[in-house]
């Protein structure tokens, strides 16, 4: 009996320790919230910056100033331009004119949207 006592006292003793192991931890984790929450806002901020940034037109995103889209779609106006597959033959002969085939594109899809502006509604010089 008298070992089965000490043996409780001993299982007590043992689950306070790790009672008082797991308090320490919370607090060192309270400890680093705040420094964590600082990293995490500064991330979304830095994301949301760059976001706010970036200009679209007609739903692609443009490298500068949106002028090369400007320029597709201005382009597949002029020679109205009816199907993808017209302004996919951009691509073979000008494999570097993402942003003007794109603008080609959102001719194509909707020929009653301008060139005039973004996304957003700024100007395109």
């Not at 017209?86 to 194509?108: A, M, W």
Request: proline share 2%; charged share 30%.
């Amino acid at each position: 009996m008298r070992e089965r006592v000490q043996d409780q006292s001993a299982g007590r003793s043992h689950q306070s320790g790790n009672r008082l192991r797991s308090s320490l931890e919370d607090l060192e984790v309270q400890k680093m919230r705040p420094a964590n929450y600082l990293v995490i806002f500064g991330l979304a901020s830095l994301l949301a910056a760059g976001a706010a940034h970036a200009r679209e037109f007609g739903g692609y995103e443009c490298t500068d100033d949106c002028s090369g889209h400007k320029a597709g779609y201005d382009w597949a106006e002029r020679r109205s331009i009816r199907s993808l597959g017209q302004c996919g033959d951009i691509l073979h002969t000008s494999p570097n004119s993402t942003s003007f085939y794109e603008g080609c594109k959102v001719y194509v899809e909707d020929s009653s949207r301008g060139s005039d502006e973004d996304d957003d509604g700024d100007a395109i010089d």
